[in-house]
């Protein structure tokens, strides 16, 4: 079993419409909790953090579930920009290494 | 990405051959980590270098993989013996300039496609 599961997609919506991603964890230990977004060819970027108290940033909302080890991110009024593979990303304890889950694809059509 | 930066952006090699990639990183950060990014197969961090040059050979999947830090700001992935199942975007990675290190998100740079023929 990984580490950290997401479910590949691709999701494809409409523009305007609300997506909901999930995520899994099997580390109990996990203290961090990150959703990143990354476009073709480029580089992962830090999307937002995942707090317990959950959290929201414009039409975007995290929510962390300790008890389900589950983290999810609900994206509102999807843009067309909004297009890109949502990674999953857990701190992996005191190293400082990042485990990623194998990321989810999103696709918003006009 | 901000503050991260690789070179060279892509990377030919024929397999069996050693390569070496870099990383520039904003100065001060104690530890870089290396990931892999591989279709299919997603991400995985590789090994780590921290400020004072320690090596770290226990990247997966074996330890063919090495990194050093021959300057503070600067991180050297070592593929020994590539393989072509090493084919894929190598990503360094710092936490972010103003966060103290442990559980803080990281800085990505923007990668380096390796091809191995």
């Known amino acids: 079993r990984k580490e950290v599961e997401q479910d590949p997609g691709p999701f494809n919506v409409p523009e305007g419409a609300t997506v909901a991603f999930n995520c899994t964890y099997s580390n109990s230990a996990s203290q961090s909790f990150f959703w990143y977004r990354q476009d073709c060819r480029k580089e992962p970027k830090l999307l937002m953090s995942v707090y317990s108290s959950g959290n929201e940033d414009g039409r975007f909302t995290a929510q962390l579930n300790r008890a389900s080890q589950y983290i999810s991110l609900l994206i509102r009024d999807s843009k067309l920009s909004d297009s890109a593979t949502y990674l999953c990303?857990?701190?992996?304890?005191?190293?400082?290494?990042?485990?990623f889950g194998q990321g989810t694809t999103l696709q918003v059509k006009p | 990405g901000a503050g991260v930066s690789q070179s060279p952006r892509y990377k030919v090699a024929k397999r069996g051959r050693d390569v070496a990639l870099r990383c520039d990183s904003i100065?001060?950060?104690?530890?870089l980590y290396w990931y892999r990014q591989t279709l299919g197969q997603g991400s995985e961090v590789l090994t780590y270098?921290?400020?004072?040059?320690?090596?770290?050979k226990s990247g997966r999947p074996s330890g063919r993989f090495s990194a050093e830090r021959p300057e503070r700001s600067v991180s050297t992935l070592k593929i020994q013996r590539t393989e072509q199942g090493d084919s894929a975007v190598y990503l360094c990675?710092?936490?972010?300039?103003?966060?103290?290190?442990?559980?803080?998100?990281?800085?990505f740079g923007d990668g380096t496609r390796l091809s191995i023929l």
């Open positions: 990675a710092s936490p972010f300039p103003d966060q103290a290190q442990g559980n803080q998100p990281q800085h």
């Open positions: 990303v857990v701190y992996g304890g005191n190293t400082g290494k990042l485990i």
């Open positions: 270098s921290q400020s004072d040059a320690q090596r770290d």
């Open positions: 100065s001060g950060h104690v530890t």
